[in-house]
């Protein structure tokens, strides 16, 4: 089984609840859908999340480059993947083509499940059945009104059942962050996890003053307080603060793992499939906390994370975002704070024609 072409569609996605951070707002979601297709005639599907709209066919661009690295191709990942990347190692394998790899190798183990007949979880060998999942749409930086915060924090419960949501904080002052932060506590009551995140948006001296001053709020966690890469100040903090420190979403491939686990750069850590290089990438970069038990979280991407969520020992929360639901047919549901393992063929990811059709942009 080779593979034939890859066909990409870019698309442009509505929020709920448009995202803004500490580190900056993003008004719609440009998705770049990718279909890898074979000589036998299986599909795989997966998407891009490229963050600007003008980074859509640069992106489509660099798609039609490895596809021409690829064609005749065995679609086998394993085999795909350190070919890739080794033609490629005297180019930078970060930015736009790392995130095209890690698009490509999720296709391609979908179409490794759809070959096998077997859903992508039990591919990789997962036993789970459930995840216990944390409502990540919501609870933006929404300054002057902490009481409107926490009306949405109880929305966001109520749409699965969930009993965990996330808060982002780095509000100009922390008098702000602490007031945001009770009312959300305040609201939701002691049985609810409130995980917060800084989104990279403190200098250490700023990131240590607020989070110790944090210490006695109950948070789940805080992510990411410093910039993601400083692993040595993260791992000061972790040192200073009792709340658990948490980050990894932007690692950008498992030897940054490794530097950020041998810094003790925080107690939790999360991955990022189109950051971590994939299904391939998640794999080789799961085994280096499981061999230490530290737990392991995801970030975006639920209908696919969830499968080798499944199959992973040490798996944590699996972050619930909505965003491309849209344009998928069968999206993720949760219900009663916890999403079902798929058991259908390959990553469960198939498009709404209709709404791609509406989304799509040229």
């Not at 490794?112 to 039990?122: C, G, N, P, Y």
């Not at 709020?217 to 400083?230: F, K, N």
């Amino acid at each position: 089984m080779v593979i034939t072409n890859i066909k990409t569609t870019p698309v442009l996605v509505p929020f709920r609840y448009p995202p803004v951070t500490a580190s900056g707002a993003i008004s719609e979601l440009p998705l770049v859908l990718l279909d890898v297709e074979t000589n036998v005639g299986l599909t795989g599907h997966a998407y891009l999340f490229v963050f600007l709209k003008s980074m859509l066919k640069p992106t489509i661009g660099c798609v039609a480059a490895v596809e021409e690295l690829v064609k005749g191709m065995s679609a086998d990942p394993e085999q795909v993947d350190p070919i890739l990347r080794r033609r490629l190692e005297l180019l930078d394998i970060h930015g736009i083509l790392g995130q095209v790899l890690a698009g490509l190798d999720m296709a391609l183990w979908d179409i490794r499940a759809k070959s096998e007949d077997l859903s992508l979880a039990a591919v990789l060998g997962g036993t789970r059945d459930y995840l216990k999942s944390y409502n990540s749409c919501g609870l933006w930086v929404e300054k002057g009104d902490p009481e409107k915060v926490a009306d949405q924090a109880l929305e966001l419960l109520a749409e699965g059942d969930f009993s965990a949501v996330k808060l982002r904080l780095g509000y100009d002052s922390f008098e702000e962050d602490l007031a945001v932060v009770r009312a959300v506590k305040r609201s939701c009551g002691d049985a609810v996890d409130v995980m917060s995140d800084f989104n990279q948006g403190l200098d250490q001296k700023e990131a240590l003053s607020r989070c110790q001053a944090l210490d006695g709020e109950g948070l789940y966690w805080i992510e990411e307080p410093v910039r993601y890469d400083d692993y040595h100040g993260s791992s000061a903090l972790a040192a200073a603060v009792k709340t658990p420190i948490q980050t990894g979403e932007n690692l950008l491939n498992p030897l940054e793992f490794q530097k950020a686990l041998k810094a003790n750069a925080a107690d939790y850590y999360m991955f990022d499939v189109q950051r971590i290089a994939g299904v391939t990438g998640w794999l080789a970069a799961v085994a280096l906390p499981e061999a230490a038990s530290i737990p392991v979280s995801t970030h975006l991407f639920p209908e696919i994370s969830i499968h080798f969520m499944a199959a992973t020992e040490n798996a944590h929360w699996l972050e619930y975002v909505d965003w491309a639901s849209p344009v998928i047919r069968e999206p993720t549901v949760v219900s009663g704070g916890k999403v079902q393992v798929p058991t259908a063929v390959g990553n469960g990811i198939a498009w709404n024609d209709e709404a791609v059709a509406r989304y799509r942009v040229e």
